[in-house]
C-alpha cells in the first residue's frame, strides 16, 4: 500500500516529512510525476506530490520577478508572463515525447529540482541561472529559504542553486522565484544545409561567436525532416535586428544553401528541438553536455553501439538514443568520459536505471562531502533516496 | 567595532614551527613572516579593519595550495584565503592566528578555447586580464566590477561579484563553467569542466559566492564572449528620484533590456562632476546612464526609443552620445565614483544592499531622513535595472564617533533593505561587515543549516571561520557540525 500524500500549503508539506522522518519512512517526492522515469527509480511506501501547492504568488514585471508555488504548472506561469510580453528564460523542455505523457503538465518546482533548460541556454543561462529565491522543506521539517526577490543576491551561501537540481533529494521545494526577461519581438532561424556533425558544430560554433546574438544552435542529422543534415541557428531580437543580424550572419557564414526560416517555422523547429522531438526513440535516452567541439565526437563514439542522436547548445548538449543494455550505456560512459563531459540516463527500463550510474560518480573526496552535506539537510535519509546516487 | 574570534593559543604558541613547517612547503620568496612584509596584508578593501596574520603564503601551483592546506589542517591552524585583497566587506581581513594563503603568484593564463567559448586560468588572474588575453580576437569576459583592474578572478568567484554590465550579461555564477578547488585536507578537486550543467549537485553554484569558507579556488574555466559591434551611452536627467525610478521601470516594461542601466542622486552626480568634469547636469536631482549595444543602425534604433520614453518623464537634460569619445566622457564620472566621493571625504563606507526597484523612491527618501538624523553626507550610485544599492556615506576615520555613526547608518540601510522585502548584499559579499547582521535576513535554523553546509567542506571551522556568520560559541559551533 502506498501512502499519497498532497498537501495544499507548506506547513503540510512539513508534516507530511517530519512524519516521514519519525517514521523513518522514506518519501518520492515530485510534483505531478511527468519526469518519473528519469535518473534512478525511488521505491517508497509514501509519495508526496507538491502538486497541491499552486498558484502564482507574485509577479512584478517591471522587476522581472515572479514566484510561484511549487506545483504551479508551468503552463500557467508561461501565460502570466506572455500576457506581460516576457517568458521563461531558460526555454524549460516538454520531455513528455520522452517518457510518455501522463496527463498531467508539469510543474515549475519540477523543472527546478531537475534543471532542466531549452535551446536558449546556450546564451541566456539555465533555470538554475534564474532561480533568484527558493523557499524549501528539508528533510528536518525545516522550511529554510535563500536568495529573495530581488535580482541581485549574495547574501550567505546559495542554496538556490543547492537546491535546484537536486531531484528531491536535499529538500521539497515548495515556492520558487525566478527572474524573467522580455520575450523577444521576433525570431528566424538560419538553415545551414549538408553539413555533417563536424562541419555543423564548426558553423554552429562560429555563428556563437559572432557579435549577432545567437540564441539557439542545433545540429540535425539527416532524417529529422530537412533534405540531409542541418546546422540551425536562431535569434531573438526586435524585428530590424533579426533581418539584419540573419542576413549578416548568412554571408559571414558563407554557405551554399543556406536559408532564413521565418518566425513561425521558426518558432515550430525550436519548439521541437527544446522537446527533443527530432531524437528516435529508443529503449534508452541519454543527455550528454560536453564541450561543444566534443559533440560531434560523441557521436561517432557511440554510433557503433546502435546508439543515435542529435546536438543541441552549439554541439554541446548530445541527445542520445539507443537499446536499453549495460553494454550500450557503458559506451555512452566512455565516450563521455573521453570528452571530459557528463551524462544523465534520462530514460531506460527500472533495471538498467538501477544497474548503472545514472549520472557519474563522484571522486571519494567529494561523496564524502556530499554525504556530509546530505546528512546536514536529510539526516534520516527519507528525501528520494537513491534517486542520484545508490545509497544516498 | 566588530570582534574576531580569539586567536587559539595554541597556534600563536607553534608560531614559528608553523613558518618552518610552511617554508618545507612554499620557496623561500612566497613565505611572508616578517612585521613589514606582513603589513600590506593587514586589510583589505574595509581598510577600517586591520590585523596582522600569522605568515603569508604565496603558493606557485595547486599542489603547494595542496600541500599548505593539508599542513595547516593537520596542525590545527586557520587559513584566510586571500586574492587582491579588494573585498568591500572585510571578507580577505587576516586573522592574529591564521596564515594567509594568497593567489598573487597564481597568475597564468592556461587555456583559451574560441571554438568552445571557454578560458582556463590560475585564480590570480585579475578580472581585466581575462579580456586582456582575448579582447585582441574580439572577445571579453562579460563580469565588469569596477575594481576589474585589481581583483582576481578566484575573489570575484569566491564573492559571486557583478558589475555595471550584469543585467544583460548576469554576475560571476552565471558565466563559470569549471573550478579547480582544493579543500581543506588537502583535497584536488575538479567541479564542472568546458562543460555546461554537469549532473549531480551544483558545487558550482554553492561554492560560487561562498566567500573563501568551502574552499581554495586555484583555477577557473570561465565562458568568454564575442564583444558586440559596438556600444554607446546616453544621459537622462530628472527633478526627482521618483520620476528616474519610473523612468527605469517604463525602459523595462519596454522590452528593451540595456546592457547598463545606471542611476546616481544629486550628491553622487556632483561629486562626480567635481572630479570628472564628465558634463553632468549640476541642477538634476536623479540622473540615468543607459548603454545599448549592437551596430551603429541597431544603437541608433535603441536610443530612439530610449528617448522616447524618457522625454515621457520630462527629463531636465537628454544627452545622446554620438561617439565611442562621448560615451566615454559619459562613463567617465560614473567609473570614477569612489575616488570622486574619496576626494570630497576622508572616509567613506560603500554599502551594497539590493531592493525590489518598484521601492526605490521611498527607500532613497528614508536614506536621506536617516543622512540628516547622523549628520552624515551619503551619495547614492547604483544599478538601476536590478535594484543592487550602492549608498556611499561618508565620515571621517580619524574621529572615532564619526565611524560608529557611518556603521550604525550603515546598518540602517541594510535593515531597510530587507525589510522592504530585499538582501543586505547584492555583490559584495558580507564578510564580516555585515555578518552580524545575518539574523535579520534568516532565522536561526536557516543560519544553522548554512553552517551546517560549511561544516560538510570544513567541519574544524579552519577556512575563513570568522566571516558570514555571526560568531557563536564553540560549544554551538560543534553542534552545527
Ligand atoms: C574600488 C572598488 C570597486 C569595486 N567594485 C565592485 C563592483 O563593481 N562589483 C563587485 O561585485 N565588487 C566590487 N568591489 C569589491 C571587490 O573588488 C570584489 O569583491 C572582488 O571580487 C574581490 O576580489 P579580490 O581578488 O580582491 O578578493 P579578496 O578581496 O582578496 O577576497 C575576497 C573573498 O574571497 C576569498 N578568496 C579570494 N580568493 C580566493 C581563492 N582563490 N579561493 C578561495 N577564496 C578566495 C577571500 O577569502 C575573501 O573572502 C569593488 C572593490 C573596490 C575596492
Given at each position: 500500500?502506498?501512502?499519497?500524500?498532497?498537501?495544499?500549503?507548506?506547513?503540510?508539506?512539513?508534516?507530511?516529512?517530519?512524519?516521514?522522518?519519525?517514521?523513518?519512512?522514506?518519501?518520492?517526492?515530485?510534483?505531478?510525476?511527468?519526469?518519473?522515469?528519469?535518473?534512478?527509480?525511488?521505491?517508497?511506501?509514501?509519495?508526496?506530490?507538491?502538486?497541491?501547492?499552486?498558484?502564482?504568488?507574485?509577479?512584478s514585471?517591471?522587476e522581472l520577478i515572479?514566484?510561484?508555488?511549487?506545483?504551479?504548472?508551468?503552463?500557467?506561469?508561461?501565460?502570466?508572463?506572455?500576457?506581460?510580453?516576457?517568458?521563461?528564460?531558460?526555454?524549460?523542455?516538454?520531455?513528455?515525447?520522452?517518457?510518455?505523457?501522463?496527463?498531467?503538465?508539469?510543474?515549475?518546482?519540477?523543472?527546478?529540482?531537475?534543471?532542466?533548460?531549452?535551446?536558449?541556454?546556450?546564451?541566456?543561462?539555465?533555470?538554475?541561472?534564474h532561480?533568484m529565491g527558493?523557499?524549501?522543506?528539508?528533510?528536518?521539517?525545516?522550511?529554510?529559504?535563500?536568495g529573495g526577490r530581488v535580482l541581485k543576491n549574495?547574501?550567505?551561501?546559495?542554496?538556490?542553486?543547492?537546491?535546484?537540481?537536486?531531484?528531491?533529494?536535499?529538500?521539497?521545494?515548495?515556492?520558487?522565484t525566478l527572474k524573467v526577461l522580455?520575450?523577444?519581438?521576433?525570431?528566424?532561424?538560419?538553415?545551414?544545409?549538408?553539413?555533417?556533425?563536424?562541419?555543423?558544430?564548426?558553423?554552429?560554433?562560429?555563428?556563437?561567436?559572432?557579435?549577432?546574438?545567437?540564441?539557439?544552435?542545433?545540429?540535425?542529422?539527416?532524417?529529422?525532416?530537412?533534405?540531409?543534415?542541418?546546422?540551425?541557428?536562431?535569434?531573438?531580437?526586435?524585428?530590424?535586428?533579426?533581418?539584419?543580424?540573419?542576413?549578416?550572419?548568412?554571408?559571414?557564414?558563407?554557405?551554399?544553401?543556406?536559408?532564413?526560416?521565418?518566425?513561425?517555422?521558426?518558432?515550430?523547429?525550436?519548439?521541437?528541438?527544446?522537446?527533443?522531438?527530432?531524437?528516435?526513440?529508443?529503449?534508452?535516452?541519454?543527455?550528454?553536455?560536453?564541450?561543444?567541439?566534443?559533440?560531434?565526437?560523441?557521436?561517432?563514439?557511440?554510433?557503433?553501439?546502435?546508439?543515435?542522436?542529435?546536438?543541441?547548445?552549439?554541439?554541446?548538449?548530445?541527445?542520445?538514443?539507443?537499446?536499453?543494455?549495460?553494454?550500450?550505456?557503458?559506451?555512452?560512459?566512455?565516450?563521455?568520459?573521453?570528452?571530459?563531459?557528463?551524462?544523465?540516463?534520462?530514460?531506460?527500463?527500472?533495471?538498467?536505471?538501477?544497474?548503472?550510474?545514472?549520472?557519474?560518480?563522484?571522486?571519494?573526496?567529494?561523496?564524502?562531502?556530499?554525504?556530509?552535506?546530505?546528512?546536514?539537510?536529510?539526516?534520516?535519509?527519507?528525501?528520494?533516496?537513491?534517486?542520484?546516487?545508490?545509497?544516498? | 567595532?566588530?570582534?574576531?574570534?580569539?586567536?587559539?593559543?595554541?597556534?600563536?604558541?607553534?608560531?614559528?614551527?608553523?613558518?618552518?613547517?610552511?617554508?618545507?612547503?612554499?620557496?623561500?620568496?612566497?613565505?611572508?613572516?616578517?612585521?613589514?612584509?606582513?603589513?600590506?596584508?593587514?586589510?583589505?578593501?574595509?581598510?577600517?579593519?586591520?590585523?596582522?596574520?600569522?605568515?603569508?603564503?604565496?603558493?606557485?601551483?595547486?599542489?603547494?595550495?595542496?600541500?599548505?592546506?593539508?599542513?595547516?589542517?593537520?596542525?590545527?591552524?586557520?587559513?584566510?584565503?586571500?586574492?587582491?585583497?579588494?573585498?568591500?566587506?572585510?571578507?580577505?581581513?587576516?586573522?592574529?592566528?591564521?596564515?594567509?594563503?594568497?593567489?598573487?603568484?597564481?597568475?597564468?593564463?592556461?587555456?583559451?578555447?574560441?571554438?568552445?567559448?571557454?578560458?582556463?586560468?590560475?585564480?590570480?588572474?585579475?578580472?581585466?586580464?581575462?579580456?586582456?588575453?582575448?579582447?585582441?580576437?574580439?572577445?571579453?569576459?562579460?563580469?565588469?566590477?569596477?575594481?576589474?583592474?585589481?581583483?582576481?578572478?578566484?575573489?570575484?568567484?569566491?564573492?559571486?561579484?557583478g558589475?555595471?554590465?550584469c543585467l544583460?550579461?548576469g554576475v560571476?555564477?552565471?558565466?563559470?563553467?569549471?573550478?579547480?578547488?582544493?579543500?581543506?585536507?588537502?583535497?584536488?578537486?575538479?567541479?564542472?569542466?568546458?562543460?555546461?550543467?554537469?549532473?549531480?549537485?551544483?558545487?558550482?553554484?554553492?561554492?560560487?559566492?561562498?566567500?573563501?569558507?568551502?574552499?581554495?579556488?586555484?583555477?577557473?574555466?570561465?565562458?568568454?564572449?564575442?564583444?558586440?559591434?559596438?556600444?554607446?551611452?546616453?544621459?537622462?536627467?530628472?527633478?526627482?528620484?521618483?520620476?528616474?525610478?519610473?523612468?527605469?521601470?517604463?525602459?523595462i516594461?519596454?522590452?528593451?533590456?540595456?546592457?547598463?542601466?545606471?542611476?546616481?542622486?544629486?550628491?553622487?552626480?556632483?561629486?562626480?562632476?567635481?572630479?570628472?568634469?564628465?558634463?553632468?547636469?549640476?541642477?538634476?536631482?536623479?540622473?540615468?546612464?543607459?548603454?545599448?549595444?549592437?551596430?551603429?543602425?541597431?544603437?541608433?534604433?535603441?536610443?530612439?526609443?530610449?528617448?522616447?520614453?524618457?522625454?515621457?518623464?520630462?527629463?531636465?537634460?537628454?544627452?545622446?552620445?554620438?561617439?565611442?569619445?562621448?560615451?566615454?566622457?559619459?562613463?567617465?564620472?560614473?567609473?570614477?565614483?569612489?575616488?570622486?566621493?574619496?576626494?570630497?571625504?576622508?572616509?567613506?563606507?560603500?554599502?551594497?544592499?539590493t531592493i525590489p526597484t518598484?521601492?526605490?523612491?521611498?527607500?532613497?527618501?528614508?536614506?536621506?531622513?536617516?543622512?540628516?538624523?547622523?549628520?552624515?553626507?551619503?551619495?547614492?550610485?547604483?544599478h538601476?535595472g536590478d535594484g543592487n544599492?550602492?549608498?556611499?556615506?561618508?565620515?571621517?576615520?580619524?574621529?572615532?564617533?564619526?565611524?560608529?555613526?557611518?556603521?550604525?547608518?550603515?546598518?540602517?540601510?541594510?535593515?531597510?533593505?530587507?525589510?522592504?522585502?530585499g538582501c543586505?548584499?547584492g555583490e559584495?559579499?558580507?564578510?564580516?561587515?555585515?555578518?552580524?547582521?545575518?539574523?535579520?535576513?534568516?532565522?536561526?535554523?536557516?543560519?544553522?543549516?548554512?553552517?551546517?553546509?560549511?561544516?560538510?567542506?570544513?567541519?574544524?571551522?579552519?577556512?575563513?571561520?570568522?566571516?558570514?556568520?555571526?560568531?557563536?560559541?564553540?560549544?554551538?559551533?560543534?553542534?552545527?557540525?
Amino acid at each position: 500500500m502506498t501512502l499519497a500524500l498532497l498537501p495544499t500549503d507548506e506547513a503540510g508539506v512539513q508534516d507530511a516529512v517530519v512524519s516521514a522522518a519519525a517514521a523513518r519512512e522514506p518519501l518520492w517526492v515530485h510534483g505531478n510525476g511527468t519526469k518519473s522515469g528519469m535518473l534512478r527509480r525511488v521505491e517508497t511506501a509514501r509519495v508526496l506530490s507538491t502538486a497541491g501547492l499552486s498558484g502564482i504568488t507574485l509577479y512584478s514585471p517591471s522587476e522581472l520577478i515572479i514566484s510561484a508555488r511549487a506545483g504551479t504548472p508551468i503552463g500557467e506561469v508561461e501565460a502570466a508572463l506572455a500576457e506581460k510580453g516576457q517568458q521563461l528564460t531558460a526555454e524549460p523542455p516538454d520531455l513528455s515525447r520522452i517518457f510518455g505523457a501522463n496527463g498531467r503538465p508539469q510543474t515549475i518546482g519540477g523543472v527546478t529540482a531537475t534543471n532542466l533548460s531549452g535551446p536558449r541556454r546556450v546564451a541566456w543561462g539555465a533555470m538554475r541561472d534564474h532561480v533568484m529565491g527558493i523557499r524549501a522543506v528539508s528533510g528536518r521539517g525545516e522550511v529554510i529559504h535563500s536568495g529573495g526577490r530581488v535580482l541581485k543576491n549574495v547574501t550567505g551561501l546559495d542554496l538556490c542553486k543547492l537546491f535546484t537540481g537536486s531531484h528531491g533529494t536535499l529538500g521539497v521545494i515548495t515556492e520558487v522565484t525566478l527572474k524573467v526577461l522580455p520575450a523577444s519581438a521576433t525570431s528566424a532561424t538560419l538553415v545551414l544545409p549538408g553539413l555533417d556533425a563536424v562541419t555543423g558544430v564548426a558553423a554552429l560554433s562560429a555563428a556563437l561567436g559572432s557579435p549577432y546574438g545567437v540564441s539557439g544552435a542545433a545540429w540535425l542529422p539527416k532524417g529529422a525532416g530537412f533534405d540531409g543534415p542541418v546546422g540551425l541557428v536562431r535569434i531573438e531580437d526586435f524585428a530590424a535586428s533579426v533581418a539584419y543580424r540573419t542576413e549578416k550572419l548568412r554571408a559571414e557564414l558563407g554557405i551554399p544553401g543556406a536559408e532564413i526560416l521565418d518566425e513561425a517555422s521558426s518558432r515550430t523547429i525550436w519548439k521541437s528541438v527544446r522537446d527533443v522531438l527530432p531524437l528516435p526513440l529508443g529503449d534508452a535516452v541519454w543527455r550528454v553536455s560536453v564541450r561543444p567541439s566534443a559533440g560531434p565526437g560523441v557521436l561517432a563514439a557511440v554510433a557503433a553501439a546502435g546508439i543515435v542522436g542529435f546536438l543541441d547548445w552549439g554541439g554541446g548538449l548530445v541527445w542520445l538514443s539507443g537499446p536499453a543494455s549495460a553494454a550500450a550505456h557503458r559506451q555512452v560512459e566512455t565516450a563521455t568520459r573521453t570528452a571530459e563531459g557528463t551524462w544523465m540516463l534520462l530514460r531506460g527500463p527500472d533495471c538498467l536505471r538501477s544497474a548503472v550510474d545514472v549520472v557519474p560518480p563522484e571522486v571519494p573526496a567529494l561523496a564524502a562531502i556530499t554525504r556530509r552535506m546530505k546528512a546536514s539537510l536529510d539526516p534520516a535519509g527519507v528525501l528520494n533516496p537513491g534517486r542520484l546516487y545508490a545509497g544516498l | 567595532m566588530i570582534r574576531l574570534p580569539d586567536p587559539k593559543p595554541e597556534t600563536l604558541a607553534r608560531r614559528d614551527a608553523i613558518v618552518a613547517g610552511l617554508s618545507d612547503i612554499v620557496p623561500s620568496t612566497s613565505l611572508i613572516s616578517d612585521e613589514t612584509r606582513l603589513k600590506p596584508y593587514e586589510t583589505d578593501g574595509l581598510s577600517a579593519y586591520r590585523q596582522m596574520p600569522l605568515a603569508v603564503a604565496l603558493p606557485e601551483t595547486t599542489e603547494q595550495v595542496a600541500a599548505v592546506l593539508r599542513f595547516c589542517h593537520q596542525n590545527g591552524v586557520r587559513v584566510v584565503p586571500r586574492g587582491a585583497g579588494t573585498s568591500l566587506s572585510g571578507g580577505a581581513l587576516p586573522m592574529e592566528d591564521a596564515v594567509v594563503v594568497g593567489m598573487m603568484k597564481m597568475n597564468r593564463i592556461l587555456d583559451i578555447n574560441y571554438p568552445d567559448r571557454v578560458a582556463t586560468v590560475q585564480a590570480g588572474v585579475t578580472n581585466i586580464g581575462i579580456t586582456n588575453a582575448v579582447a585582441a580576437d574580439g572577445f571579453f569576459y562579460a563580469p565588469d566590477p569596477s575594481s576589474q583592474l585589481a581583483c582576481m578572478i578566484g575573489g570575484n568567484v569566491n564573492m559571486n561579484s557583478g558589475g555595471a554590465h550584469c543585467l544583460k550579461y548576469g554576475v560571476t555564477a552565471n558565466n563559470l563553467l569549471g573550478l579547480k578547488i582544493v579543500t581543506i585536507d588537502g583535497e584536488i578537486l575538479d567541479i564542472g569542466g568546458e562543460h555546461l550543467d554537469a549532473a549531480g549537485y551544483d558545487w558550482l553554484g554553492l561554492l560560487t559566492g561562498s566567500e573563501g569558507m568551502l574552499a581554495v579556488v586555484t583555477e577557473v574555466t570561465v565562458r568568454i564572449l564575442r564583444s558586440p559591434e559596438g556600444a554607446r551611452a546616453m544621459l537622462a536627467a530628472f527633478t526627482s528620484n521618483e520620476i528616474a525610478g519610473r523612468c527605469v521601470d517604463a525602459i523595462i516594461a519596454s522590452g528593451i533590456i540595456p546592457v547598463a542601466l545606471e542611476f546616481m542622486d544629486r550628491p553622487a552626480i556632483h561629486a562626480c562632476e567635481a572630479f570628472a568634469h564628465a558634463g553632468y547636469p549640476l541642477d538634476a536631482e536623479a540622473m540615468l546612464i543607459i548603454e545599448v549595444e549592437g551596430s551603429v543602425a541597431e544603437q541608433d534604433d535603441l536610443l530612439e526609443q530610449l528617448k522616447a520614453i524618457c522625454q515621457r518623464f520630462d527629463p531636465i537634460s537628454l544627452k545622446v552620445s554620438q561617439s565611442a569619445e562621448e560615451s566615454a566622457a559619459i562613463w567617465k564620472g560614473r567609473k570614477g565614483a569612489f575616488g570622486a566621493i574619496g576626494r570630497i571625504s576622508p572616509d567613506y563606507l560603500c554599502m551594497d544592499g539590493t531592493i525590489p526597484t518598484s521601492r526605490l523612491p521611498e527607500v532613497l527618501r528614508r536614506i536621506g531622513e536617516m543622512s540628516d538624523s547622523y549628520g552624515l553626507k551619503v551619495a547614492n550610485i547604483f544599478h538601476a535595472g536590478d535594484g543592487n544599492l550602492h549608498p556611499l556615506i561618508m565620515f571621517d576615520a580619524n574621529d572615532p564617533a564619526s565611524f560608529q555613526k557611518a556603521e550604525m547608518f550603515g546598518a540602517d540601510i541594510l535593515k531597510l533593505c530587507v525589510e522592504v522585502g530585499g538582501c543586505l548584499t547584492g555583490e559584495h559579499g558580507v564578510g564580516v561587515e555585515k555578518r552580524d547582521l545575518m539574523p535579520v535576513q534568516f532565522a536561526p535554523h536557516e543560519l544553522a543549516q548554512q553552517r551546517a553546509i560549511k561544516s560538510a567542506f570544513d567541519p574544524d571551522w579552519l577556512l575563513n571561520p570568522s566571516k558570514v556568520f555571526p560568531l557563536i560559541d564553540p560549544v554551538a559551533m560543534a553542534k552545527a557540525a
